[in-house]
């Protein structure tokens, strides 16, 4: 069974930098056939996808342009884990962050499957 | 960005009845898209994905159909655990992008 582990702190002071952790267990961040997303959810947004990380062959990474100044997911194979880190944040980056892992459907969507349990982040002095 | 949009944004029925929640995309997405089924404080959970295929796990009660722009999950016979919000996702082009979301309840 395949479960995702988020760690990180909930109060982050403006401008600073956001980081969370999502440790895997059950599946490997450096599968072929899994992408490690990013989401978070925050009632102004709604859910809005971040980013995500995959490997096929080498490493890969998508990131939403609304973030992709300030994002950076890393893959962490000695830990089996993937990060998260948000720079110069606003109080406008306050929300819910979910870890989750998509599952490759090849030629189609596979949605996803696993998520973590949301770690609640507020962006406050 | 392809926009999503959900209606009903809140529907109350009855235990039993049949439910259809309706997504649109603003652009042809084929069958890139999935379902999820969010309750209070919880993660979302995968129902549907490539719009029609049932997640391993989830009743049979809940479906999907469509592709291109027009999209629907029905549950038939409701159940008080189906109580939550249901989310539609676009997976076809970057970003990502989910439905406002769609409040079930019972009357």
């Known amino acids: 069974q395949v479960q995702l582990q988020q760690s990180g702190p909930g109060l982050v002071k403006p401008s600073q930098t956001l980081s969370l952790t999502c440790a895997i267990s059950?599946?490997?961040?450096?599968?072929?056939?899994?992408?490690w997303n990013w989401i978070r959810q925050s009632p102004s947004r709604g859910l809005e996808w971040l980013g995500r990380t995959y490997y096929k062959s080498k490493w890969y990474n998508d990131f939403a342009v609304s973030v992709k100044s300030r994002i950076t997911i890393n893959p962490d194979t000695s830990k089996n884990q993937f990060s998260l880190q948000l720079n110069s944040v606003t109080p406008e980056d306050t929300a819910v962050y979910y870890c989750?892992?998509?599952?490759?459907?090849?030629?189609?969507?596979?949605?996803?499957?696993?998520w973590g349990q949301g770690t609640t982040v507020t962006v406050s002095s | 960005d392809i926009q999503m949009t959900q209606s009903p944004s809140s529907v109350s029925a009855s235990v039993g009845a049949r439910v259809t929640i309706t997504c649109r995309a603003s652009?042809?997405?084929?069958?890139?898209l999935a379902w999820y089924q969010q309750k209070p404080g919880k993660a979302p959970k995968l129902l549907i994905y490539a719009a029609s295929s049932l997640q391993s796990g989830v009743p049979s009660r809940f479906s999907g159909s469509g592709s291109g722009t027009d999209f629907t999950l029905t549950i038939t016979s409701l159940q008080p655990e189906d109580s939550a919000t249901y989310y539609c996702q676009q997976g076809n082009r970057f970003p990502f992008t989910f439905g406002p979301g769609t409040k079930v309840d019972f009357k």
């Open positions: 989750a892992r998509e599952s490759d459907g090849g030629s189609s969507f596979w949605g996803m499957d696993v």
């Open positions: 059950g599946d490997s961040v450096s599968s072929n056939s899994a992408a």
């Open positions: 652009q042809d997405i084929s069958s890139w």
